[in-house]
């Protein structure tokens, strides 16, 4: 693992290089700062919920609900406002307020609701209620703009806070490549440049070899070409990829090969997604948004990037 650093450093850096004249925060270190600095969907299934409500400034109640539903969330005039229903587990209570933090986080729906089947509808404004599928094409505005807290401080003392405090991407990346050679037994190297270009959408693949005992290793490439803070984040998926390939829905292709998208949609729950975000974060990275698609294996072989054992 990387040597412990006394710098403190979100996503490049947290120091704030000055325009030349003007004295101000580059225009880029300021945006990677603050988008640091900002709840993502993640942070609703890693924070306690008491810490997100608080952070988001929410009160908690319980009634009656019309339906089937389980738990509403209404955001109305700076002010959120979330309701249980009577006789709801701990745990059950618990998860329905992380579904409607994390839905609320990432989108900023006004009105938002989960039955027991775990359905999620939710409204812009609250005059109307649609379905995910039949809701507009444009998101509604990102109220995450109306957070006050630097979400990096609520993680102080918890089990995912930074190992080694906040660090910059190209440390973390080499930490998670270390996680991989060394706790998982893998490899872990740069995409070579002959297997550019990479079928479309690509930016890193994972494989399983064997060993000549019979074990199995992951072997994983990631691209260089792209911006630290994704060749981090993606990292990171590759990462808790390769220890949970139990928990993957999809099939690599005929040479045992998953192909990582580097297309980002928030993190939708305890899972793959989950287990990345919290391991970029404990290697010293605020993730974005860790939700990485596995993408069907190229048409033809010969588009597969030449990836030796």
């Not at 990096?152 to 660090?167: I, K, M, N, Q």
């Not at 990346?173 to 270009?197: F, K, S």
Request: hydrophobic share 40%.
């Amino acid at each position: 693992m990387v040597a412990n650093s006394d710098r403190v450093l979100s996503n490049s850096t947290r120091v704030c290089e000055k325009q030349p004249d003007t004295g101000a925060p580059h225009p880029l270190i300021q945006a990677s700062e603050r988008a640091a600095s900002l709840l993502r969907a993640h942070d609703a299934w890693a924070l306690p919920v008491e810490v997100l409500g608080d952070a988001l400034g929410a009160t908690f109640s319980e009634g009656e609900l019309i339906d089937d539903h389980q738990a509403w969330l209404i955001a109305l005039r700076g002010q959120i406002v979330v309701v249980t229903v009577p006789g709801l587990s701990e745990e059950a209570k618990k998860h329905h307020i992380r579904r409607l933090f994390s839905e609320h986080i990432s989108h900023g729906w006004a009105a938002i609701t989960v039955d027991s089947e775990e359905g999620v509808t939710f409204a812009e404004t609250l005059l109307e209620e649609v379905d995910p599928e039949d809701g507009p094409a444009d998101e509604p505005p990102d109220v995450r703009s109306k957070q006050s807290k630097d979400v990096r401080d609520l993680y102080e003392g918890s089990a995912y806070a930074p190992l080694h405090g906040w660090r910059s991407d190209e440390e973390v990346i080499v930490a998670l490549r270390t996680l991989i050679t060394d706790a998982l037994a893998g490899t872990a190297e740069d995409m070579p440049e002959d297997a550019y270009p990479l079928p479309d959408g690509v930016g890193a693949t994972v494989a399983i070899g064997c060993d000549d005992q019979g074990a199995l290793h992951p072997l994983v490439w990631v691209r260089t070409d792209i911006p630290s803070g994704l060749r981090a984040d993606l990292w990171g998926y590759c990462a808790a990829l390769s220890a949970s390939l139990d928990r993957v829905d999809a099939e690599p292709d005929e040479n045992g090969i998953f192909y990582v998208g580097m297309e980002r949609s928030p993190v939708p729950g305890p899972g793959l997604a989950l287990l990345a975000a919290v391991t970029v974060q404990r290697m010293g990275r605020r993730p974005e948004d860790c939700s990485f698609p596995l993408l069907a294996p190229p048409a033809h072989t010969e588009e597969a990037p030449p990836l030796a054992a």
